[in-house]
């Protein structure tokens, strides 16, 4: 489990997140949403660590994570694996070179192991066969499935997705969606994931936080978003056209 | 300053695992300055050439020996040409390459990936490079100085400027070896001033492409920079 307590993080003065406070449970897609330069790709970036929050805590389990000292996070990130916005897979190394990476370095695992557990991740994203290709040779999909069998290599205790659909189409989108959930729950991982992507929300939102200029304004599932009375949440779920007809015919 | 410094600390830790960093060490030795060498020796060899011929020019007076062809390029190599000026060349060639391939990974979240697996991504990406280039830095220097005296022996041969015997009493005239130690303490710590600053504007570039290419720019200038200003004051150190 991951609990944030009245997180604050500021830029140059600027309060990019304010007082944020919210839990994360593990077997659970946790959703952060919001429009673009609400925060809540700093919010991700501070649960990680690549951010420093100037107040509050993270906690992981029963760690406090805010508090800890660079060596000290170290055991926390060793049980973390992340899927980001642009794959950013290794470009030095092919897509088996990639998923060994962190098993390089916290394993003693003999290649063969190594390679073992590589296939049996490609396997599980339902990438096989291209071991051998390095990342500027594979689709953007492709590129994703790769991030998320590197992400899983280590079996993590807490997977993050940066905007995880960007740049996809949506089929291919809910078939990431769809794997990151199947993950979750077969692995009982805390994900958190971070999109503005509303067919993520509705396919696998089981825990949803809205961010809006920074504070969390909204906390609910993906059954009780349609229903809410917080207007900016509202103009964000219903922004397009169908989107307000749908909603207009739901109020009939 | 201070970031440097911090990053340098950060860089200089005990390798996580030490095969990974070796193997990475081999790999950057291959990258960075075996692949250096072709390009160094074209220019060694032409500069050799050309420090001959000008020597000759200069050396018109009958009452000063011929030998000092080869006695006056064997200095010009081994006292500012293998060391200072080859470092120039690499803080173009290397410099550049870390810079932009660093700097590339900063902007493609390559690095924070590292960093959010537990690995420490500056000890990983820049420990091998300083390292393999910092050692094999005598190797660049004395390639430099062997090639650059080939250079100077073929135009000897081939416009007889003066006699091949002449040429080579020249190179062995007092000869001094402090000079070649000289020279390749300053390759050493031009090597690294190379690839430390090369690396820093890499793992600290900002601002998509652009910023990857100021970088780049950024490293050359101020590697270049420094690399005279540490000229002059290990020559006034050493010599």
């Not at chain 1, 944020?20 to 790709?41: D, N, R, V, W």
């Not at chain 1, 040779?137 to 899983?152: C, D, F, H, N």
């Not at chain 1, 009982?188 to 200029?213: P, R």
């Not at chain 2, 990983?124 to 390639?143: D, G, H, Q």
Request: charge should be neutral.
């Amino acid at each position: 489990m991951i609990r944030v307590n009245n997180l604050y993080k500021e830029f140059d003065g600027r309060d990019v997140l304010k007082n944020i406070s919210i839990e994360y449970k593990p077997g659970e897609c946790s959703l952060i949403i919001g429009a673009s330069g609400s925060g809540k790709t700093v919010l991700l970036k501070s649960l990680v660590g690549l951010h420093i929050p100037e107040k509050g805590e993270i906690w992981y389990g029963d760690k406090l994570f805010t508090k800890m000292k660079d060596k000290e996070k170290k055991s926390i990130r060793k049980e973390m694996g992340m899927l980001f916005q642009g794959s950013a897979l290794f470009d030095f190394a092919t897509v088996e070179e990639n998923i060994m990476f962190p098993m390089d370095f916290f394993t003693d695992w003999s290649l063969e192991q190594k390679l073992e557990r590589a296939n049996f991740c490609l396997k599980r994203v339902n990438l096989e066969n291209a071991n051998k290709k390095y990342p500027n040779e594979l689709s953007g999909g492709m590129q994703k499935r790769v991030g998320i069998a590197r992400a899983i290599a280590l079996n993590p205790k807490y997977l993050f997705c940066d905007e995880p659909n960007s740049g996809l189409d949506p089929t291919t989108s809910i078939v990431i969606d769809r794997l990151i959930q199947e993950i979750t729950q077969e692995y009982n991982i805390t994900t958190v994931i971070n999109t503005h992507d509303m067919n993520s929300v509705m396919e696998i939102g089981d825990k949803i936080g809205f961010i809006y200029k920074g504070s969390k304004l909204w906390e609910g599932s993906n059954k009780e978003i349609l229903h809410s009375d917080c207007k900016e949440l509202n103009d964000f779920v219903f922004a397009n056209k169908m989107a307000q007809q749908l909603r207009a015919l739901m109020n009939k | 300053m201070g970031e440097y410094w911090l990053l340098m600390l950060k860089v200089f830790q005990k390798p996580e695992k030490w095969r990974v960093f070796f193997k990475q060490c081999a790999f950057e030795a291959q990258k960075l300055t075996l692949d250096s060498i072709p390009l160094i020796s074209v220019i060694s060899i032409f500069i050799g050439a050309v420090a001959v011929i000008q020597t000759v020019n200069n050396l018109d007076n009958p009452f000063i020996p011929k030998m000092y062809v080869g006695y006056m390029a064997r200095e010009i190599l081994v006292l500012e040409f293998c060391s200072t000026m080859v470092a120039l060349i690499l803080a173009g060639k290397i410099g550049s390459n870390i810079a932009s391939e660093i700097g590339s990974m900063r902007i493609t979240e390559q690095i924070d990936a590292m960093e959010i697996m537990g690995v420490n991504s500056a000890n990983y990406l820049i420990l091998p490079k300083i390292t393999s280039s910092v050692i094999l830095s005598p190797f660049v220097m004395l390639s430099s100085f062997a090639i650059g005296l080939l250079g100077g022996a073929a135009i000897v041969f081939a416009t007889g400027a003066v006699t091949m015997a002449q040429y080579v009493e020249g190179l062995q005239f007092a000869f001094k070896i402090h000079y070649v130690y000289y020279s390749i303490a300053k390759m050493a710590v031009f090597t690294f001033i190379i690839t430390s600053l090369a690396s820093y504007f890499g793992y600290y570039a900002k601002g998509g492409s652009l910023g990857v290419g100021r970088s780049s720019t950024l490293s050359i200038v101020i590697s270049s920079v420094l690399i005279l200003v540490f000229d002059l004051a290990l020559t006034k150190l050493l010599l």
